[in-house]
């Protein structure tokens, strides 16, 4: 292996490291915010529910207009947040596709020389 495909490869094995580091940290980050927006909805329709019961809505048009609102404003930031999280993920993969394919012609070419250098 020449020196010059060796730096290219510690060039690549770095890139995957900063990769593999930014994903988790995206996918932590995802976990955190669906966990949050989880506890956010669950707090919110407690809340909800207590102050229609101490109205005595507990059945009325509002309470289910409100459980319904709420249920949307949730869904609505679960699916914002799911494609943060596809759309950072599939950057990546194309990253860590083209750092390859870089290596890869790198590495042919190397190759070609070593072989040119052979003859």
Do not use: C, P, W
């Amino acid at each position: 292996m020449s020196l010059e495909l060796n730096a290219l490869f510690r060039k690549y094995a770095a890139q995957m490291a900063d990769y593999d580091a930014t994903e988790n940290t995206t996918q932590q980050t995802y976990a955190n915010s669906v966990k949050d927006m989880g506890e956010a909805r669950h707090r919110d329709l407690r809340q909800l529910a207590a102050s229609m019961a101490s109205s005595g809505m507990t059945h009325s048009g509002a309470n289910l207009e409100g459980n319904v609102n709420l249920n949307k404003a949730y869904e609505d930031n679960k699916v914002r947040v799911d494609q943060e999280r596809n759309r950072a993920i599939s950057d990546l993969a194309r990253k860590r596709l083209a750092a390859q394919q870089d290596y890869q012609a790198a590495e042919a070419a190397d190759s070609l020389n070593l072989l040119a250098g052979a003859v």
